[in-house]
């Protein structure tokens, strides 16, 4: 539970910028699927090692993964029981 809280507030300084709706749907979905994301972060450190800034390599990950994020987006945005 305290990894949860201290999640959400590291995500929620990163996510500023965004309305709290859109921050919240991130969280969501990240919080969902942590396993996607924690690749795509372990694919994206991985890029910039082999020399891609971090632009590059970021957009290169999101778009190999991009389906999967998709999915992981329709699932955060449909309504809690």
Do not use: Y
Request: proline residues 4%; glycine residues 2%.
């Amino acid at each position: 539970m305290l990894k949860r809280f201290v999640m959400k507030k590291m995500l929620k300084a990163q996510l500023k910028g965004l309305p709290e709706s859109q921050q919240e749907k991130l969280i969501a979905m990240i919080e969902q699927n942590p396993d996607l994301f924690t690749n795509i972060a372990k694919e994206v450190k991985q890029k910039t090692k082999e020399g891609l800034d971090q632009m590059s390599a970021t957009m290169v990950v999101l778009q190999k993964h991009q389906k999967e994020i998709q999915e992981a987006l329709k699932r955060a945005e449909e309504p809690r029981e």
